[in-house]
Every structure is written in structure tokens, then in C-alpha cells.
């Protein structure tokens, strides 16, 4: 398991697993999180977003395919590294990263820096914000907002160093593991894969 | 901050002025990001804290679906809604739609307080008057236009969980016109066939055994993009089991892209593939013989019928390949019985609707797929005797929309009646002059079977138009009095008792006091009927008939229900097939019938679109430079109600208008030009032009556009005129067998901007 990242130590290694043709597009999760994190009424305003990616196959028949994006929570974040004020930090103990709205100066280069475009500026925050992988939930026992509404169970989060948690099987189970802009050298959490149930 | 987007703190911020109800909540709002004070940063500190709140259950009024939701409030304002897990329509999800219901709540576009018109209709001219004033109105109105015309002069349209009360009140009123558009506007064709094959229909909660299915053979009903909870989890939960999909739709929707086979068929001509399939099943043997035999009626005679509809037959008419329809049908067949073939659920298409589904129908009994595992399971009542609910005497006077024995539609139910036949009744002023309409949470002018321009001026031909709804929708908007609904998160109902595959009761109960001066429909339908010395059949409120259970369920049952907000009944069979229970069929010949006897009669008096086997007759076609008007639902909206939602307008604003390339190729047009629709029959002109989407994923010939879109009405200030309503540019059609309309006829002109 080789994708797995090792490069930073961490108690829990927090991941998302998408199962990547579960994914109705319903777009159920991009509502869970802009309504219980007060992410702001606007476009371009969200911490999670499905896309619609239509393609052709080898006959020329058109094709669609549903990819969730959200923060990959990198174990090497360009956003973290970039931040003048260390507002953006990275979570020793699980690796989160989140912002500190009341050091960030809304310089934006985090924004900028991410290859995933995951972070958005709040302006009633005065401050940059993103997903925190629901960090006040699940610090309460509770799944993320996504991975609970999730109609098609495409989501799933929890600890990949805790050999039975449902996201080290499904890594363990499946047929196909990718990760976006690995070339980039962020060293990614969230995770793509099918499964053969 | 601009008003036209708006989120919820944002409105609770602008309601303090104006509501002491909410101000309360807001100086205590918490936010897990506006929790810690200037002080002293810890880095992070603020995202340990997470305050779930107050739970009170309820069920979702987003769409018709009516999911399990849990709703979280803190400090008197609701935070969040979620799935209930224990409830069997979500199992702990919602969708989009469901978890953007509090943005309708919060919403200053709603209607606040019970109006008065007082400019032209449609103006949008009201004035706020008290509860007394606006019962008294239409007492005032309605009782000369009764003593005139009789109270069947009243027409009620009714859509949500506050139907009984309006049902009650035309009732009382003496008028048999009561209508539930969800008949003739949407499934009715499809309840039609079902019943007379099986005795039974589909029903609103469907059931189709997905999750445990080998093969799903769609006819267009995109699971995946409609989004009701619990089939888009089974749609996508059987395929993640390995089933087969064969989807046969002109467009590409989101569930056809999951296809083992996407069937892109010439529009209009599913039932011949149906045929063909049946044709290679029972010409190559393969029909579930000991099903047929033991429980189905008319066998012999489908054989015959069948004859002529061979594969190659088919293939001309669909477009599909004849070699592929074998392919199928033996594929199909090799898994049964634990396959379904299932027909749209908006079965109002072509006008052959009944007939079309017929032969889906006939073709899960061919392959016995009743009552057991991944075909059709059973459903069965909740195990409980409720007290009777008395209803005012049927009324004496005719309908006027066509249903019912005797009528032209003599199979149409009367408890659901056509919507379209009351339309063109209050157009035509036939069979009797329609002169007031009740609209409870209906909105025609964005979607009927008679087209804008017909609703138009049918509402010309009204004296009195009553509305009871939540906000302003098109037609609200010339309604003469306005009662406001409170929203589901505010008002109680009646316990919601549904038979499934696992029987249950859920509940509604108020998270919050209602925003706004809103009463439930209970209390506006009594508050009318009192004018008229009629409330007495206003006798028990939905709290006091939640509080009734107790007297059906035990004490640990009622517990149940008021912890988990849900009760099961579990023992239950939804297989007898699969378990050697001998099945019932409500059709007259209590078998499944491949051969309706019902039909005999109708079919030697008016032909062949009443054949007790279904015939199949060419689609009409649009003219050379015409395209065929399809539209479907988008996973992002329901109905025409949501389009004022700020959330889901960021999810959808707008209406593409999707069109084959080889079409743009020959019009000259390229992916992302501007158009007009206009309707080749009326010549009329969309509102304002459209962005073309070019893709292959449309049938040639045709032209799609999400529905719901395009309102007129000024009081959505964020919906307004967002997108195109396609009901400009359907046809008028009818169903001749269910009465249900047929919207696919229509045909357009796409013209450049």
C-alpha cells in the first residue's frame, strides 16, 4: 500500500475515501457543509463541491463521471507554507489542516498556492476559511456533515492507521486507488477508489 | 451583501428589526467560529467545540418524498437538518434539497401574513389584513358564486401533507372537485397500467427491489437525478452489487451514465422495444413459465399478439439495434426472476402512457419477478386499527374534470381527479362554469397539461382565487386572498403512517415557532370553514391526533415513536413469491393480466389505444426544422418550488438548452451560442435566450431543458426569471385511458439570440 502516505508521523491518519462510482452528483454534501458551517451565500463560496466531468469513451459514446473535491488535508501543504502569519497550520496529532481566522490577515497566498482551489475567502470571517475534515464533529463523536448526508455512501472518513475502520478496508478492498495532483508533491488525503463488492 | 443572496445568519441579522420571535436566538447565536472572543488565540481551539443542539423530529416537505429528518436547534434557531437514520425512506441521508429546508425558513421572500389583493391580478398588489378579514373574504366571495353556479363551482388543487384539510373543507363545501396533481400531471398513466396488470400500483414510495436486484431494466426514470433518498441509495447499492442496468432514455441523465446498456431510443417509442423484448422472450422461450402459469391471465393470447413485433420490427422503430434487443431480453431473462423492468415515474409523455407501461408491466410478469428479492416487492400496511375518519357525504354534483364512472375517463380515481380536465373545465366553462379555484401548495402556471398561455386565461375565467402556500410561487402571485402556510419546521401534522416494504408511523413536530404570522393548513381550512358554519368536521387538530396514537399504541411503542421519531412494524413478508405465499391480485380477474378484460368494451367502441394488449402507433413527429421539447428533473431542484432557495439556485440558475451536435451542425450553431425556444404551434418566444449545450448526450431531434425554471413572479427576488419554464412549449395532449396529460409532443423552434 504504497500510496498510503509515511512521510509524517502523525497518532491518527485521517483520511476521506471516495468510492468514486457511488457518486450520484446530487450534490447533497456541498449543502451539508455550507449550512452547518455558515459558509457564505455566494459562488465560488464552499469548502466541498461536486464536479460533473463529461468525457467520451472509445466508441465516441459520451460519458460523465462525478468527482468530489474538498481540502486533501496534504501532508505537504503548499498553503501551510506559504502563510505569512501561520494562520494555516497543519495538526500534529491527525494532520488536519485548518486556518486560525483571528491570525490570518487575508493575504490570499493560500489560496493561491493550493492545487486543489479549497479555500475561499469569508468575508464576514475577514479571513480565509476551508473544510477542517469536520473537525468539530468529529472531535464530538460525529461523522463529517458530508460523509453523513452522503445519499449515494460514495463518502467515508476515518483513521487509516486503525486497521478496521471502513476506510483502511476499502483501501485494503480496492481495485483502484488514485489521488489528485500527486506530481505536485502535496502528498494528498483524500482518496479516489473503486471497489468489487 | 446583496439581498439576492443571502444566507441564514444574514437574514437573522436583517429580522431583528422586525421579529422579537427570533431575537432571542440571535443574540445567542453560536458558531463554532465566532465562539472564542479576541482574547487569547489558542491556534485551532475553536473547532473542538461542536453544540448539536435541541433535536426535534420531523419529516422532510422538500419534495413528495417525505424522508426521516432530524432537526437541530440552538438557542430557538434551527442549525441543521439531518437524515433520520431509522427512517426506511432515507436511512440517515438527504439530499440537496432536503438539507436546504431551513433556507426555506428563513427566507424574507415568504409569505409573511395573511393578503388581500388590491391591485390587477398578477400585480403583485396585497394588503396585509388579519386572519378574521381574510376567512370573512372569502365567505364573502365564495358564497354568491356557490348560490350562483353550486358549490361544484369550487375547484380545490391540493399538494402536501396539509391535503386532507382542503380535502375536507371542497368536501364539506358540497364540491366534488377536489385534485391531486401527482395523478394526471405525473404518475397517473403509470398507476393506471400497473393496477389493471397486477391489481395494484406502483405507489408514490416505489417498489422496486433495487438493492437486491441482478438486473434493472429503466425505461427513463433517472434514479440518480431525481433523488428520492432511498432508490437513489438502492440504484446505486445494486449496481455496487453488480447488477446489469440496461437504460433506455434519448438523453444521457445521470443514472444512464451508470449503464451496462444505455439505449438512446427514438422518442416516443419505448413501448416497441418493450414489444420487441417480449416478442424474443416468448419467442425464445424464456418467460418464467411457472409464474405465467400459476398466476398470470391471458398468456395465450399475448402469444398471438406478439407475433408481429419482432426485434428487427422494433429495431426500426427505436433506433435500436435488433441484435442488441435479443441480446437483452436473453440477458434480462438468465436472471430472472430477480430482475425488474421499471417504467418513468412522470409517465405523461406521449399520450400512449398506459399502454407503454402496460407492456413494462407485462414484461416483469413474464419474467415472475412479483413479489420476490430484486424484482417488485410487496407492500404491507401498518398492523394497526386507526379510528375511522368521518368525511362529509360524497357531493351530488358531476365533476367536472372528466373522472369517475359514466364520465369520459371512467377509470380516472376520483380521490386524485385530472387536473387537466378542471383546467380545460375552467377554460371552457364545460361541463359547468369553474369559478373559484383553492390552490394548497399547486402551482399551474408552472406546469399543467393546457400550457401557460391556457392558465392564463383560465384564471380570467375565475371570480375567486384562494391560496394556502408557504411562499409566492407564479400562480400565488394572482391569487385574490393568500393564506400563509408555516413551513414544515414550524407547524405540526398528522402522524405520517406509510405501507412499505417495513411499515411505519414517523412524526412531525414544530422545531421552532412559526417566523412569520403563518398558521398550518389545520387551522386555515377550520378558519375558513367557520365562516360557513362548517368547522365542525374540523375536530381534532394534528397535535391532538399525534397525541391520539396513544391510543393504538402501546406505551413502549409511543416511546419508540417519540425518541426515535420513527416506528416500525418489521414483522412482515414483502416476498410472498420467493416463500410459497400465494399472492393477491385486485384485478378483476384476480390473475396478473397479460390480456385486460377490462378493456374489451372500450377498445371495440374506440379502437386500438384501448387494445387489451398494448398496439403500438408511431409517435407524431416534429416538422424538418422543428425539435421534440423533452425536460426532467434535475438533482438540484423540486418541482418549481425551489427555484427561490438560495442554496440550490448556486447549485442551478439556469436552463441549458441541450442539443444533439449533428443538429447544430446543420443549424450553425456551436456549444455555448445563445437561443430562443418558440413554440412551433403558438409561436411563442422564450421570455430571454438560453446558453446551447452541444453534446451527443441528446437524441437528435430533440431538445431537453431541466424543469421547474423561468417563474414570473417579482416576489422571488432570487429566482425571478432564472431559467426557462418549459410548460411554454408542451403539448396538450391526453392519455386516452388514465385521462393523464401528455407533455412530448410539443415541439420548438431553437432560433439564434
Known sequence: MSLINKKIKKDKNLAMVIVGDRCVGCDACYVACKTDWDVPALKGAYRTKVFEVEGEDIHKNPTISFLPTLCNHCDSAPCVDVCPTGASFKRDEDGIVLVEPEMCIGCKACMVACPYDARYYNEELEAVDKCTFCLPRISNGLDPACVTTCVGESRNFGDLNDKDSNVAKLLRDATSIAKLKEDEGTSPNVYYVTVNY | ?753
Request: net charge positive; hydrophobic share 35%.
Open chain 2, 1 to 753: 451583501m446583496s439581498r439576492h443572496n443571502i444566507s441564514r445568519r444574514g437574514f437573522l441579522k436583517l429580522a431583528t428589526a422586525s421579529s422579537v420571535a427570533i431575537t432571542a436566538g440571535i443574540t445567542g447565536l453560536p458558531s463554532p467560529l465566532r465562539a472564542s472572543s479576541k482574547k487569547e488565540v489558542k491556534k485551532g481551539a475553536r473547532f473542538l467545540k461542536y453544540d448539536r443542539g435541541v433535536k426535534t423530529t420531523n419529516f422532510c416537505e422538500m419534495c413528495f418524498w417525505n424522508c426521516g429528518v432530524n432537526v437541530y436547534t440552538r438557542n430557538g434557531v434551527i442549525h441543521k437538518l439531518e437524515g433520520n437514520k431509522l427512517n426506511p425512506n432515507n436511512r440517515g441521508h438527504l439530499c440537496a434539497k432536503g438539507n436546504a429546508g431551513i433556507q426555506s425558513t428563513y427566507d424574507a421572500d415568504r409569505v409573511q401574513s395573511p393578503l388581500i389583493r388590491t391591485g390587477n391580478r398578477g400585480e403583485g398588489k396585497f394588503k396585509k389584513v388579519s386572519w378574521e378579514e381574510a376567512y370573512k373574504y372569502v365567505h364573502k366571495k365564495l358564497n354568491p358564486l356557490i348560490d350562483e353556479y353550486g358549490p361544484e363551482t369550487l375547484a380545490t388543487f391540493m399538494h402536501g401533507t396539509g391535503e386532507p384539510y382542503p380535502h375536507m373543507l371542497t368536501l364539506a363545501l358540497g364540491s366534488p372537485n377536489i385534485t391531486i396533481p401527482a395523478y394526471s400531471q405525473c404518475l397517473g398513466s403509470r398507476e393506471m397500467a400497473w393496477a389493471l396488470t397486477f391489481g395494484t400500483g406502483v405507489s408514490g414510495h416505489e417498489t422496486y427491489d433495487m438493492a437486491n436486484s441482478k438486473h434493472m431494466m429503466i425505461f427513463g426514470r433517472n434514479f440518480a437525478g431525481s433523488v428520492q433518498v432511498r432508490e437513489t441509495e438502492d440504484f446505486a447499492e445494486g449496481l455496487a452489487r453488480g447488477a446489469k442496468l440496461t437504460y433506455i432514455d434519448p438523453r444521457q441523465s445521470e443514472s444512464a451514465v451508470r449503464a451496462t446498456d444505455w439505449l438512446q431510443i427514438n422518442p416516443g417509442t419505448d413501448m416497441a422495444l418493450a414489444l420487441g423484448f417480449i416478442h424474443v422472450i416468448i419467442r425464445d422461450n424464456l418467460a418464467n413459465m411457472d409464474f405465467v402459469r400459476k398466476y398470470c391471465y391471458g398468456y395465450n393470447e399475448l402469444t398471438e399478439h406478439m407475433k408481429k413485433y419482432s426485434p428487427q420490427w422494433a429495431s426500426k422503430k427505436t433506433g435500436i439495434d435488433a441484435k442488441t434487443i435479443e441480446r437483452i431480453a436473453w440477458e434480462f431473462a438468465k436472471d430472472a426472476p430477480n430482475v425488474v423492468a421499471i417504467p418513468a415515474r412522470r409517465h405523461t409523455r406521449y399520450g400512449n402512457d398506459t399502454q407503454t407501461v402496460r407492456a413494462i408491466a407485462i414484461l416483469n410478469a413474464l419474467m415472475g419477478s412479483w413479489g420476490v428479492p430484486g424484482g417488485i416487492f410487496i407492500r404491507n400496511k401498518v398492523p394497526l386499527n386507526f379510528p375511522k375518519e368521518e368525511l362529509p357525504d360524497a357531493p351530488d354534483a358531476r365533476r367536472a374534470d372528466g373522472a369517475g364512472k359514466g364520465e369520459k375517463y371512467p377509470l380516472a380515481p376520483i380521490t386524485l381527479g385530472r387536473t387537466n380536465g378542471i383546467y380545460k373545465a375552467t377554460l371552457t366553462k364545460k361541463p359547468y362554469p369553474i369559478k373559484a379555484w383553492l390552490l394548497y401548495g399547486t402551482n399551474p402556471l408552472s406546469h399543467s397539461s393546457i400550457g401557460v398561455n391556457g392558465i392564463y386565461k383560465a384564471l380570467d375565467n375565475l371570480d375567486l382565487i384562494i391560496a394556502i402556500d408557504t411562499q409566492f410561487s407564479d400562480t400565488v402571485m394572482y391569487a385574490d386572498v393568500i393564506f400563509p402556510e408555516s413551513t414544515y419546521l414550524e407547524r405540526y401534522d398528522a402522524p405520517f403512517v406509510q405501507k412499505d416494504k417495513t411499515p411505519f408511523i414517523t412524526l412531525r413536530k414544530p422545531a421552532i415557532k412559526p417566523i412569520y404570522d403563518t398558521k398550518g393548513c389545520f387551522d386555515i381550512c377550520k378558519g375558513i370553514a367557520k365562516e360557513f358554519e362548517l368547522d365542525d368536521w374540523f375536530e381534532k387538530s394534528p397535535k391532538e391526533q399525534v397525541e391520539e396514537l396513544s391510543q393504538v399504541l402501546s406505551e413502549e411503542q409511543m416511546k419508540t415513536l417519540e425518541k426515535d421519531g420513527v416506528l416500525l412494524f418489521e414483522d412482515v413478508n414483502p416476498y410472498p413469491c420467493a416463500s410459497g405465499v400465494t399472492p393477491d391480485f385486485a384485478t378483476s380477474t384476480g390473475k396478473v393480466q397479460l390480456y385486460v378484460k377490462d378493456l374489451e368494451e372500450m377498445y371495440k367502441k374506440q379502437g386500438d389505444e384501448f387494445s387489451p394488449m398494448p398496439i403500438f402507433k408511431d409517435p407524431v413527429m416534429p416538422a424538418k426544422d422543428e425539435f421534440r421539447m423533452l425536460f426532467g428533473r434535475t438533482p438540484h431542484h423540486s418541482h418549481a418550488r425551489s427555484q427561490n432557495n438560495w442554496i440550490l439556485l448556486e447549485l442551478q440558475d439556469d436552463t441549458p438548452v441541450w442539443m444533439n451536435p449533428k443538429d447544430a451542425k446543420k443549424m450553425g450553431y456551436k456549444d455555448g451560442d445563445m437561443v430562443y425556444l418558440v413554440n412551433a404551434k403558438t409561436g411563442h418566444k422564450s421570455d430571454h435566450s438560453e446558453r446551447l449545450k452541444v453534446t451527443n448526450r441528446i437524441k437528435e431531434g430533440a431538445v431537453f431543458i431541466h424543469h421547474g425554471f423561468g417563474h414570473t413572479t417579482k416576489a422571488w427576488t432570487r429566482g425571478y426569471e432564472k431559467g426557462t419554464k418549459e410548460n411554454w412549449f408542451v403539448s396538450d395532449g391526453v392519455d386516452p385511458i388514465s385521462g393523464a396529460a401528455a407533455f412530448h409532443n410539443g415541439f420548438v423552434k431553437v432560433v439564434r439570440a
